[in-house]
């Protein structure tokens, strides 16, 4: 998995809804999951400071486009709970997270 929040020179993407308005994304990292033999990008609104609460979206690379450089095209939606079930446990890993933190803090008082 490719840290991309580290690299220097922040990478982005524009992203054009449906209505042809742009928006620029800061990318926080990509990976590919041999599992679902697909990569995977995932970005957050450009312009947020570091202590302010993103919205992380995910979305599935175009077919071929490597992870480590990604160049572009049409990203595909996440189609199923496996796949986001996957995202959120790399996601988490990211983060330096162990899964939900209130279940994690409940688990451990339970037990």
Aim: hydrophobic letters at 30%; aromatic letters at 8%.
């Amino acid at each position: 998995m490719q840290n991309m929040a580290e690299d220097p020179t922040q990478q982005q993407i524009t992203l054009v809804d449906d209505n042809g308005e742009e928006t620029l994304y800061d990318v926080l990292f990509t990976f590919k999951s041999e599992d679902f033999d697909r990569s995977y990008i995932l970005i957050y609104p450009a312009g947020k400071k570091d202590d302010d609460e993103v919205e992380i979206q995910a979305y599935a690379l175009p077919a071929g486009d490597d992870p480590s450089d990604p160049q572009g095209g049409e990203l595909q939606p996440i189609s199923t709970d496996k796949e986001w079930d996957m995202i959120e446990s790399v996601l988490n890993t990211f983060l330096g997270k162990d899964g939900d933190d209130q279940d994690s803090a409940n688990d451990s008082d339970n037990q």
